[in-house]
Each structure stands twice: as C-alpha cells, then as structure tokens.
C-alpha cells in the first residue's frame, strides 16, 4: 500500500477508525475495528479484536489547502493592554531598533545589487561590448533579441546595455528598427536578478516555492510578450512606426538629466568600493581598437579636456593643416594640429584605485563579495520581517496589500497596483532593485501571487519611463533617436500588459510561474538548471545559429517549435479532453520515463551531490561513520501500523511495501 498523509490530524491525534463495510453487525457509526475491539463476555472463548490502529510518527501542523495562500496568523505573545510601562517601553524600543535594523539591512541590499552590477560588467563587460561589434548578426531581429538577453544578464543592468544601443544608435552602427529586437532581449536579461535572489529562499521548500513563482512570473511575462509581439514587430514594424510618428510630432529639446533619487543615498558607499568608467564598453561596442586595452576601473575621477597645439604625423603633404606649417623629417611629414586633451586632475578614492589585478581578478572578488552580502542581507531581512510581522501589525498589511475593492469595483485594485509598481520603480530607478525586494515578501507570504504580478507589471512600465526621461536629457543630435528606442521600449511593455493582463483567462504568467515553483520546491536543483538553460545556454545556441545564417536558424528552429507547439497542444488535450487523442497519446508512459519525469534526473543529482560531497568530506569523522555503516548495509527502521501517517511536507516518494492485515510490519528504508 501506498504511505499517504491523511488531512486533518494534529499532534497526539489516532487516525479515524475505519467506516463500517456493508453487512457488518455493527452499530450505526461504528467501525468494524471497534466491534471487534469490544472486551470478551465472561464465561464465552471469544478472544478480544485489534484496538484501533494508530501510527507512532509524530505529525507537524497542516499546510493549507492552497499552498500559495498567504499564511495564516496567530496572535503572539502578551496583548499590549496588559503591558506595564516599562514592558511597554521595552517593546517600543524592540519595536525601533528591528525597524532600524531592516532599513540598514535594505540599504546593503541595494547596495549589494548595485556592485553585483559592477562587478558582472567587470567581469563580462568587454564581452558584451565585442557582442555588439557584429553588425551583421544584429539584423537578424532573433540574433538581437539573444545578444540584448546575453549582454544584459552579462552585465545585470538593463540601463547599461540599454546606452550602449542608444550610443550605437546615435552614432549610425545601427538602425533604430535593429535595436528594438535587443531591446526587447534587454527586457527579459534584466529579470534574472531577482530569479537569483530567490534561490536565497531554498532552505524552505514552502516559502521556495512562493519566492521563486514570485520572481520568475516576471520571466514568464517577459518571454510571452516577446514571443507574441516580436513576430508581430518584425512583419509589420508597429513599434518602430508608433515611436516615429510621436517623436515627429514634437518640437524636442534635451532638458536635464533624470533624477537619481535612489543613486543619491547609495552612491556614496558604492563609490568607496568600486568606480567604473563605463565609456570603455560603449567604446567597444563602437569599434575603438584602442579600448581593447583600458581597463573598466576608474582611475581619475576629475578630468579637464582642453585642446592644445601638437606636432602631428600625416601621409603626405596634401594632408597638412596648411602650407606653412608643414615640414618633412627623412621619412614623415609634419603638421600642426588641434588636438584635444585630457589632463587628469584628481584620482578616485575606491579600494581597487591602485590595484595591479586584472578586470576579471577584481570583478570575480566583488562577485562572491557582493553574493555573500546579497545572501546574508536577504537572510537577515527575511528573520527579520518574520519577527516584525506578526499579530495585529501582520493582518493590517496583509489585509491592505491583498485585499480587492468592493464590488463593483475590484477590477481597480490591480490597476491600482500597476501604478504603485511604476512609482516604486520610478522612485528606486531600478525595477531589479524593485522586484529584487518583493521576493522575501513573497516567500514569507506577505504578498499574494495574484497582488505581486500587477506589481512586478507596474515595475516594467517604472522602468521605461525613467528611460524617457534619460532620452530627455540627451544631446541634441542624438535626442530623437533615444527618446524612440524609449519610447519603443515603453509600448512593447504596454502591449505586453494588455495581452496577458486585463482579461483574467489570459493571465497564464500566474499559472506558468505556479507550476515552475512547485517543480523547484521538489526538485530544488532544477532552479539553477532554469536559470542556466533559459537565460545562458537557448541564448548561446540561437546566437550561434544566428551566426551561420538565417537559412540555418529557421531549418533548426522551425522544427523545434512546432515539436514544442504539439507537445503543448497533447498536453493540453490530455488534461480537458483526453477523450478525443489515441489511447497512446492520453499519457507520456510510452515514453522512456527520463523523457517526461525528473524523477532520474533527481537520482543522477542527488548521486552526483553524494560522490562530490565523499570526495571533499571524506576526511571527516562523521563522514567516515556513514560510509562504514552503509557499507555493512546498517539500514534505519521505521516501524508504522497499518493505515499509517507521514509528515505532510516531505514530498519525496516513498516505496510502497505490501502490509499484512492485523499485524504490526517493520518497513525498512535506506538513507
């Protein structure tokens, strides 16, 4: 029989008696394990029954029954009326000091992020930088989309990669029509921040499971729209057509630069730590030879340029300043020119100003600097907010966050929520930062699913439109073509959210981003392996394909997406109407099971994490009694009785072991 968990027990409770079989003797209501149970009459040879079977695993409390449900809330501790005065000051100043603590630890946070930033440009930024070189692949709108995915996630700043194609485009490498495809990329690139925060969630399978839907909802709407608008883009150029005519209509001027409201507060830590001279990347991408050879890190934070008179080198007399100041020297002719100069005023005042390492040597060291404050800080804040949200104080967020207007009116509550994402993004201008910090909310259940996909929607539109502004504040030559890559960046975001927001059916990110979570919480490596596949390896192989030829790329790709559009469809099928595919086709069976299960995958990583975990740690003593007493083949026991219990959250499968009726077994299991 198989171990399942029945509902509804608690701890120190039996299992519910057995319900009476048709044409047994016993009272109404009553089993036939407690008929026979009953004690023997005096002076007959009947022989007392089983007591009723009970199981001696102890039992935690019940999940919910909707696991994605916020959790529920207990009032805890002492009511504040029946406080003295001083247990109340006590209180308050507890109350301070976590308050001031999470706000210490928030900022870090953003201050984290802002060097993981750094340090992945360090890392990949002239990487990124020769990507965009390729002018040739960049016409393929499916290789743009896979370079603008590349360089983003290479970079972790969607601002970043956005300038340089604003640079390129500005200074006639590329067309605005070829820029909309990266654009589009940079949109899904710039979602992987906050899926790698949510792996800090895993030790919790439950709030795992919330945290990483919550976050990777934001990837599933991303891929959607650029699915579905970028063939629309490409055949018809919407986009492109729409920006023009609004950026035509207008009589432009460049203003001011874009507020940096949040940059304010963190710049001056940040800079401490790490300066980078981000005109190097774009230099690449322009073609410079000679940025090949700058380093990133700033050195001179105060620079003049002025223009001075030099001796200059030219291929022949015809290319002299004039007649007069042209002389030959043996071999080369001499001129005098006008040339500009950067005199170097005062030096930055970060840790790597001096630093004889490598690019890639400092940007590896800010990387597990900046991953071990993102990790430690998002543990902190996590303990934190749990402490912090309980009672009275937990129900009014929750219930304010979560809660929909009356009717008529609940259908406002997530447009309500689409503008506070904006504001919110617009105030921290960075929608990574922004969604990066709703995460732990979710994990925790403070926010709902359903409330934190307006939001993260909200955030995507908060984006765009700082990125208006900063076109605003662009040069005059260069301020029509920035203000209609931002422009165009703002519509694809606004038709993505009217294709899979205001009807409720079309919400699929939801149920996406649901099915995902509840596969990582099972199966927790396969986080890492989305992360990998989807936003690394697709991207690398399409890129090659892009590559070797648009003929290449559709003869491989157009097979692979109608196979996956069928296997979509059958799945489909076999969940509504099975009825109507061939009895093969109603299940994946037929199939080899590593075909349709991640059951072996998870027993080739687990295996995998056994040897490695041998291999390191073997050494250690208590390693060393494991492997001796599974060598003598020791196995744990576990004695249960029949109809018996396990715990509700382990969700591994167990062996189904035969179990004789009326009789106590031992079953043995392997650890």
Same mark, same amino acid.
């Given at each position: 029989?198989?171990?399942?968990?029945?509902?509804?027990?608690?701890?120190?409770?039996?299992?519910?008696?057995?319900?009476?079989?048709?044409?047994?003797?016993?009272?109404?209501?009553?089993?036939?394990?407690?008929?026979?149970?009953?004690?023997?009459?005096?002076?007959?040879?009947?022989?007392?029954?089983?007591?009723?079977?009970?199981?001696?695993?102890?039992?935690?409390?019940?999940?919910?029954?909707?696991?994605?449900?916020?959790?529920?809330?207990?009032?805890?501790?002492?009511?504040?009326?029946?406080?003295?005065?001083?247990?109340?000051?006590?209180?308050?100043?507890?109350?301070?000091?976590?308050?001031?603590?999470?706000?210490?630890?928030?900022?870090?946070?953003?201050?984290?992020?802002?060097?993981?930033?750094?340090?992945?440009?360090?890392?990949?930024?002239?990487?990124?930088?020769?990507?965009?070189?390729?002018?040739?692949?960049?016409?393929?709108?499916?290789?743009?989309?896979?370079? =603008?995915?590349?360089?983003?996630?290479?970079?972790?700043?969607?601002?970043?990669?956005?300038?340089?194609?604003?640079?390129?485009?500005?200074?006639?490498?590329?067309?605005?029509?070829?820029?909309?495809?990266?654009?589009?990329?940079?949109?899904?690139?710039?979602?992987?921040?906050?899926?790698?925060?949510?792996?800090?969630?895993?030790?919790?399978?439950?709030?795992?499971?919330?945290?990483?839907?919550?976050?990777?909802?934001?990837?599933?709407?991303?891929?959607?729209?650029?699915?579905?608008?970028?063939?629309?883009?490409?055949?018809?150029?919407?986009?492109?057509?729409?920006?023009?005519?609004?950026?035509?209509?207008?009589?432009?001027?460049?203003?001011?630069?874009?507020?940096?409201?949040?940059?304010?507060?963190?710049?001056?830590?940040?800079?401490?730590?790490?300066?980078?001279?981000?005109?190097?990347?774009?230099?690449?991408?322009?073609?410079?030879?000679?940025?090949?050879?700058?380093?990133?890190?700033?050195?001179?934070?105060?620079?003049?340029?002025?223009?001075?008179?030099?001796?200059?080198?030219?291929?022949?007399?015809?290319?002299?300043?004039?007649?007069? $100041?042209?002389?030959?020297?043996?071999?080369?002719?001499?001129?005098?020119?006008?040339?500009?100069?950067?005199?170097?005023?005062?030096?930055?005042?970060?840790?790597?100003?001096?630093?004889?390492?490598?690019?890639?040597?400092?940007?590896?060291?800010?990387?597990?600097?900046?991953?071990?404050?993102?990790?430690?800080?998002?543990?902190?804040?996590?303990?934190?907010?749990?402490?912090?949200?309980?009672?009275?104080?937990?129900?009014?967020?929750?219930?304010?966050?979560?809660?929909?207007?009356?009717?008529?009116?609940?259908?406002?509550?997530?447009?309500?929520?689409?503008?506070?994402?904006?504001?919110?993004?617009?105030?921290?201008?960075?929608?990574?930062?922004?969604?990066?910090?709703?995460?732990?909310?979710?994990?925790?259940?403070?926010?709902?699913?359903?409330?934190?996909?307006?939001?993260?929607?909200?955030?995507?539109?908060?984006?765009?439109?700082?990125?208006?502004?900063?076109?605003?504040?662009?040069? =005059?030559?260069?301020?029509?073509?920035?203000?209609?890559?931002?422009?165009?960046?703002?519509?694809?975001?606004?038709?993505?959210?009217?294709?899979?927001?205001?009807?409720?059916?079309?919400?699929?990110?939801?149920?996406?981003?649901?099915?995902?979570?509840?596969?990582?919480?099972?199966?927790?490596?396969?986080?890492?392996?989305?992360?990998?596949?989807?936003?690394?390896?697709?991207?690398?192989?399409?890129?090659?394909?892009?590559?070797?030829?648009?003929?290449?790329?559709?003869?491989?790709?157009?097979?692979?997406?109608?196979?996956?559009?069928?296997?979509?469809?059958?799945?489909?099928?076999?969940?509504?109407?099975?009825?109507?595919?061939?009895?093969?086709?109603?299940?994946?069976?037929?199939?080899?099971?590593?075909?349709?299960?991640?059951?072996?995958?998870?027993?080739?990583?687990?295996?995998?994490?056994?040897?490695?975990?041998?291999?390191? $740690?073997?050494?250690?003593?208590?390693?060393?009694?494991?492997?001796?007493?599974?060598?003598?083949?020791?196995?744990?026991?576990?004695?249960?009785?029949?109809?018996?219990?396990?715990?509700?959250?382990?969700?591994?499968?167990?062996?189904?072991?035969?179990?004789?009726?009326?009789?106590?077994?031992? $079953?043995?299991?392997?650890?």
């Amino acid at each position: 029989m198989r171990l399942n968990a029945r509902p509804g027990l608690g701890d120190g409770q039996t299992m519910a008696p057995r319900p009476e079989l048709d044409g047994s003797q016993g009272s109404p209501g009553t089993s036939e394990l407690e008929t026979n149970a009953k004690p023997a009459v005096s002076g007959t040879n009947e022989k007392p029954g089983l007591l009723p079977a009970s199981s001696t695993i102890a039992l935690v409390g019940n999940e919910p029954e909707d696991p994605w449900a916020v959790s529920k809330l207990e009032v805890a501790g002492v009511k504040w009326s029946e406080l003295s005065a001083a247990q109340k000051v006590v209180r308050v100043l507890t109350a301070v000091l976590k308050l001031a603590l999470l706000l210490g630890f928030l900022y870090v946070f953003v201050c984290s992020l802002d060097i993981l930033s750094s340090a992945f440009q360090l890392v990949g930024g002239k990487a990124a930088g020769d990507i965009f070189k390729d002018n040739v692949v960049l016409a393929n709108p499916v290789a743009g989309l896979v370079i =603008g995915i590349l360089v983003t996630v290479l970079v972790q700043s969607s601002s970043t990669s956005s300038s340089i194609v604003v640079s390129m485009v500005s200074s006639g490498l590329m067309g605005v029509r070829s820029a909309i495809p990266v654009i589009m990329g940079t949109n899904i690139g710039t979602s992987v921040t906050n899926t790698i925060v949510a792996l800090m969630q895993s030790g919790d399978r439950t709030e795992f499971r919330r945290a990483f839907a919550g976050a990777t909802v934001h990837d599933f709407f991303n891929w959607l729209s650029v699915l579905v608008l970028l063939p629309i883009e490409a055949a018809s150029g919407y986009l492109y057509h729409l920006s023009r005519v609004i950026v035509e209509s207008f009589d432009l001027k460049s203003g001011e630069d874009a507020p940096d409201m949040l940059k304010v507060i963190t710049d001056d830590f940040t800079k401490l730590i790490i300066q980078l001279d981000k005109s190097v990347i774009n230099d690449i991408a322009m073609g410079d030879p000679a940025a090949a050879n700058k380093s990133l890190i700033k050195e001179w934070c105060k620079t003049v340029t002025q223009m001075v008179e030099k001796n200059v080198t030219v291929s022949s007399e015809y290319n002299c300043t004039s007649p007069e $100041f042209c002389w030959s020297d043996n071999n080369h002719t001499w001129t005098l020119k006008n040339v500009s100069e950067t005199i170097n005023l005062e030096k930055c005042h970060h840790l790597f100003v001096n630093t004889t390492l490598s690019d890639l040597g400092v940007g590896l060291i800010l990387l597990a600097a900046s991953l071990i404050a993102l990790c430690t800080c998002l543990i902190l804040i996590v303990k934190l907010l749990n402490s912090m949200l309980k009672g009275q104080v937990a129900a009014v967020i929750k219930k304010v966050i979560n809660t929909d207007f009356k009717f008529p009116f609940g259908w406002l509550t997530g447009y309500i929520a689409l503008a506070v994402g904006a504001g919110m993004t617009f105030i921290v201008q960075s929608s990574s930062i922004f969604t990066s910090a709703l995460t732990p909310l979710v994990g925790i259940g403070v926010i709902t699913i359903e409330r934190v996909y307006p939001l993260t929607l909200g955030s995507n539109i908060g984006t765009t439109t700082t990125a208006i502004i900063a076109a605003l504040a662009s040069p =005059g030559e260069t301020l029509a073509n920035s203000l209609q890559i931002a422009l165009c960046h703002f519509f694809f975001n606004i038709s993505g959210i009217l294709i899979w927001y205001p009807i409720p059916f079309m919400r699929i990110p939801i149920r996406l981003a649901k099915a995902l979570g509840t596969c990582t919480s099972m199966y927790r490596w396969f986080a890492v392996a989305y992360l990998i596949i989807c936003f690394l390896l697709i991207p690398l192989i399409i890129l090659g394909l892009s590559m070797a030829g648009w003929q290449v790329l559709a003869g491989v790709g157009i097979p692979i997406l109608m196979m996956i559009i069928i296997i979509i469809v059958i799945n489909l099928m076999q969940t509504k109407c099975p009825r109507f595919l061939p009895k093969t086709l109603q299940t994946w069976d037929f199939l080899p099971i590593w075909m349709h299960s991640l059951k072996p995958w998870d027993r080739i990583v687990q295996h995998a994490t056994i040897c490695c975990s041998t291999q390191c $740690f073997g050494k250690c003593k208590c390693c060393k009694t494991g492997v001796k007493s599974s060598d003598r083949g020791e196995k744990q026991t576990l004695e249960v009785y029949e109809n018996p219990v396990i715990l509700e959250n382990e969700k591994q499968d167990i062996t189904t072991f035969p179990v004789m009726e009326n009789e106590t077994k031992n $079953f043995s299991t392997n650890i």
